[in-house]
């Protein structure tokens, strides 16, 4: 990496210019002493394609603040206090972190091209991820009802322990994820005091017998699927 001095003419303040200049920022903090509680200005960063602001408290936090930043390709933003977050616009995005915030939604359905996604420790209800050629997802720790992965058929690691209201699992899609992944992850995802409530799953063929040896008793496992997710 090749790091530069944003305030290249050292005068104390970020002119547009030189804010123009820099295409990769990382703000993440090494300790709570140097903690960014302001995210004001970085709409100014408009030619970054990589931001990465994980462990900042921000106070002053704006949910539209990145919308300008259309050439963004990768967004770690993990423990930053974000209540809200709008995305849409950052039609580039391929790798998308936002664990450990206080978000209930989080709107994807305008980008295609997310192939890492992870939104785990936030209290989401409700993920609408089919339309993404995902490689790896993380939702563990969310409040999901149904997890639908059927169409991510690029999908070699899910995790998505710790989802209690979740009753329903669908990931026949023809990846088998457990291949890729260590057997203790795999296995944690279906143990019932993981995810207490599911009811339904829906595997590919050669998950079958494997994913029925995990889950707690009266899961129904099959398949085809005839559920239709509502």
């Known amino acids: 990496n090749n790091y530069i001095s944003i305030d290249s003419n050292f005068d104390g303040e970020i002119q547009l210019s030189e804010a123009n200049n820099v295409y990769n920022l990382y703000l993440n903090t090494p300790s709570a002493f140097d903690n960014i509680s302001d995210f004001s200005g970085i709409e100014n960063f408009k030619n970054l394609t990589a931001l990465n602001a994980n462990d900042n408290q921000f106070v002053i936090f ?16 993990w423990n930053c206090n ?10 580039n995005l391929r790798v998308l972190e936002l664990q450990q915030n206080n978000l209930t939604s989080i709107d994807v359905s305008n980008l295609n091209y997310i192939y890492d996604f992870a ?4 209290p989401l209800l409700n993920l609408n ?9 993380d939702c563990t720790f969310n409040n999901l009802q149904i997890l639908d992965c059927m169409a991510n058929s690029n999908l070699t690691k899910i995790y998505f322990i710790g989802n209690p209201l979740l009753h329903t699992v669908l990931i026949k899609n023809g990846s088998n994820e ?9 296995t944690e995802n279906w143990m019932p005091f ?21 889950v707690g008793p009266g899961v129904q496992v099959k398949d085809y699927c005839s559920f239709a997710p509502g």
Do not use: T
Request: with cysteine; charged share 10%; net charge negative.
């Open 62 to 77: 704006n949910e539209y603040s990145l919308i300008d930043l259309q050439n963004l390709r990768n967004l770690k933003m």
């Open 129 to 137: 991820i089919n339309h993404l050629n995902l490689d790896f997802l």
């Open 178 to 186: 457990s291949l890729n992944m260590d057997y203790g992850s795999w």
């Open 119 to 122: 939104s785990g420790n936030n």
């Open 82 to 91: 974000i209540n809200a977050i709008y995305l849409n616009s950052l039609v």
């Open 194 to 214: 993981n995810n207490p409530s599911i009811q339904y799953v829906c595997v590919d063929e050669n998950q079958y017998s494997n994913v029925l040896s995990l």
